[in-house]
């Protein structure tokens, strides 16, 4: 009952704010459409035939009240609030490793080098059926994972199936720090690279310690790596960018319905190094405090961009808290560069249904840089040099995020007892083709949607007495077909993804790391661009 009182006063903060910070909204018809609700609710509760779940209820009333705003706008129970502040704080108390939930248990998808789970023998594609006398295959996926956090030194006791083998072992539990910049090294003579990860409250300090631990190893060119990182903490962008431009500039500006939200951000403190040639390497995936960073270093010509148009977040989201322990965090602002772009991609404000439309969709507009060079809004940050990589098609924005590639990566491993970079070499030539006849070996391994409805058609014809099964058997086939075809035009990008995940098994995170200094193709057309001063200054035009 306190756990529906929770949700029920949520809702109704959350219609209260939405109150608060509209100009718009008629205060007489959303206390009426509140006092519905709750007569509603009451009624249901009292009287339905059946005996419903109120917090089950509530929890769908909250779904659908944010549902047609941003994906950012999220409600979050008092779990939900901690796992937050774990994200943001950089540190929590487990044992160190990445897991997914499958059909009640939990698969080991990554180790943590040096914590609990590492120390302990555990090892990718375990799959942990049991916590502490506890067995998980008929607990919800909220239960299984709470099983496995506790207090800092508490132990956890857990059995594994391994190969077809049940194993057990018992475990201290730490705090595992979150770094945010993991890997961090001299690529040459002269270049240094710094691979950045996570927005959290320990951003700047890290990319602060990295810097000048390069800085006396000789470094006079940099590299930062923020791919696939999606953002974070807005002050720790704002500190990371004066690292390299003088103090009182502006960084980001933030713009809101409320002026009390409406924020200017400059840099606060003198630089780190202002004069050091810097490239900085985006992606589709860098997001949010990442596209700040670099979009500022653009706007003043401080580094060359280098990669792919990055993600098109320009939101900026607060948490308010509500009560018994809940939040709300919901988008308050948009940010603009330093140039005056916002980068937001997606309009949701006048999105019908699934469609979203696009701020670009009516046009972009032009701004420029410090230097004069023209850049664009509405769309993300556009590299100031692209490398030109296929666009996914959807077999393998599929694959990437299945269990197919765990899943093989894990066998490559327990056949093989040793890597080395000769190996790594040979998996790029030969690996692809025995990687595609495992996926036709194991079809459940990646679906794509299309396969998921035709399977959902099956049991319905079935349920009708229907006769297809021959004609699905078919069409799957052909279907089956087409998606191991469709992954050909990816060949690259797919062999890149599998490789970093058959080193993990033998290296850890430092291992994909120094596979990437070592083979990735943006990072060497960073490198030479770096290292070609009249390139350089060429593309920022000095």
Known sequence: MKNLKNKLAALFLIAAISISISYKSDFFEIAKQIEIYTT????????????????EVMDKAIENTLANLDPYTRFYDE????????????????????????????????????NPAHKSGLKVGDEIIEINNTILKDQTEEIVRSLLKGLPNSKVSMRVKRQNKEMNFELTRKTVEIDAVPF???IDDEIGYIAFVKFNK?????????FEDLKSQGMQKLIIDVRHNPGGLLNEAVEIVNFFIPKNKIVVTTRAKLDKWSNTYKTRNEPLDIKIPLTILIDERSASASEILAGALQDYDRAVIVGKRSFGKGLVQRSRKLSY??????????YYTPSGRCIQELDYTNRKGDSIPKFSDGGVDEFKTENGRIVFDGGGISPDFKIDIPE????TKRLLVSDGIYNYATEYYYKHTTIDETTIVKLEKKEFELFKEYLKKYPKSFQLNSEKYFDEALEKAEKDDLSIDDIYQELQANIQDEKIAALNSNREEIMEALTLKIVNQYSFKKGEYQYKISFDKIIKE?????????????????
């Open 40 to 55: 509603l609710f009451k009624e249901l509760n009292l009287y339905y035939v059946d005996e419903i779940n109120p917090a």
């Open 79 to 114: 779990q939900g609030v901690i796992n937050a502040r774990i994200s943001a704080e950089g540190a929590y108390g487990g044992i160190g490793a990445s897991i997914v939930y499958r059909k009640g248990n939990l698969i080991i998808r990554e180790i943590f080098e040096g």
């Open 184 to 186: 961090y090294k001299m």
């Open 202 to 210: 320990k951003a700047s300090d890290e990319v602060k310690k990295a």
């Open 325 to 334: 322990g809940t939040q709300l965090k919901l988008t308050i602002s948009k």
């Open 392 to 395: 996914k098609t959807e077999a």
């Open 526 to 542: 960073a490198s030479v661009i770096l290292n070609n001063e009249k390139q350089y200054s060429s593309i920022l035009k000095e």
